[in-house]
């Protein structure tokens, strides 16, 4: 599969659609990593000790003992018990995504954030301007690089779905070009296992009917894989086997709202630790939000399980939302009106109806207390920029210092 990469590079042009993906490599260890040299090359762990906690993410060298994100932290110190255990500190993973969504953002304007530490760009009619997309991935490599010391992986292709592949191919510091009419060549090499998308679950089902490659797997028909896993799975496994887009990450590239989505392999179980990446995701948002100076009205959820089945909610409560603790009690309510129990492929938070303002506007009886906290929180916003590190004591408890 390496001459997809290597003839990528001199690759004249990519004709059509153009995607990149950008995947910061094990971005809350990376950043740890970049502000305390003393743990590059070791076991390290983000995340708090304990049976009703999870691993945030961890650095390569954890990962090399089967630990992986959203992974209890009972079975992740059993697997690695000598890796350095840390807090997360959001905020600074906050700031440092800032830094590098500014710099993917001006490179070209098809721009799509998807989670903290990853974003798409839409290259798609700018061949005169980067007409040789490999070219023009390793430069804006070396400008992340360059401009924070952090290091992302940069998948390019005609789809969002095989960028996103791509982008996972060759890590940490990866760069894979799957030109026109190689997107098969790509789920052939990466196989049925690790194909994005696919699940244990997913895998043990299509085990059980003899499935084990995707070159199997392009021998059914999309109906007969509708009528084998349902609707939804066989829709995606039919497209996902021939390299075409199944519309998982399809969106506008700029809209009005600010949302993070976090995908789990394997698939995670229960409210503890959904609650967990919902108060990471509630101030990653709130953040996004606070520093480009905007207040929104809705917060919104989204769930998505094992099979692909998909369910959203959202809420506009009477009043606007001024803080990240407003984000994070509505989109708990939320989750506990939508979620069924089952294993959990896809987690989102969003926030919509957004329009410009700074400060709290009602002056009510729980004014005062809003204003406080919005203050607050643009404190905090204001010093992790210049570098300090805070945090409300509130959220210690949740792991981070």
Known sequence: MDYIRLRSLCYTQLMGEVFFHIDLDAFFASVEILDNPGYRGKPLIIGEPGPRHVASTCSYEARAYGVHSAMPMTTALRLCPDAICIHGRMRRYAEMSRRVMSIIRAFAPGFQQVSIDEAFLDLTGMERIYPLPGKAARLLKEMIRNETGLTVSIGVASSRFIAKLASDYHKPDGLTVVPPGKEA???????????????????????????????????????????????SSGGFLYKAARGIDPGIFQGEARSRSISTEET?????????????????????????????KKIPRTVGIKLRYGDFSTTSAQETPSRPIYS????????????????????????????????????????????????????LE????????????????????????
């Open 185 to 231: 060549d790509l789920v052939d090499t990466v196989g049925l296992r690790k194909l994005w998308g696919i699940g244990d679950s997913m895998y043990s089902s299509l085990e059980r009917k003899g499935i084990r490659t995707p070159a199997q797997l392009r021998r059914f028909s999309e109906d007969e894989l509708k009528r084998l896993f349902g609707d």
């Open 264 to 292: 789990f392999y394997p698939d995670v179980f229960g409210y503890d630790t959904l609650d967990a990446y919902l108060l990471e995701m509630s101030q990653e948002v709130m953040f996004r939000a606070l520093d480009e």
């Open 324 to 375: 990240s603790s407003d984000v994070f009690s509505l989109a708990k309510s939320l989750l506990r009106s939508r979620y069924n129990g089952g294993g959990v492929r896809l987690l989102g938070v969003s926030l919509s109806g957004i329009y410009d303002g700074e400060d709290v506007e009602q002056r009510d009886l729980f004014s005062d207390r809003e204003e406080r906290e919005r203050r």
């Open 378 to 401: 643009k404190t905090i916003l204001s010093l992790s920029q210049k570098g300090s590190h805070l945090v409300k004591a509130r959220n210690l408890k949740h792991g981070e210092s």
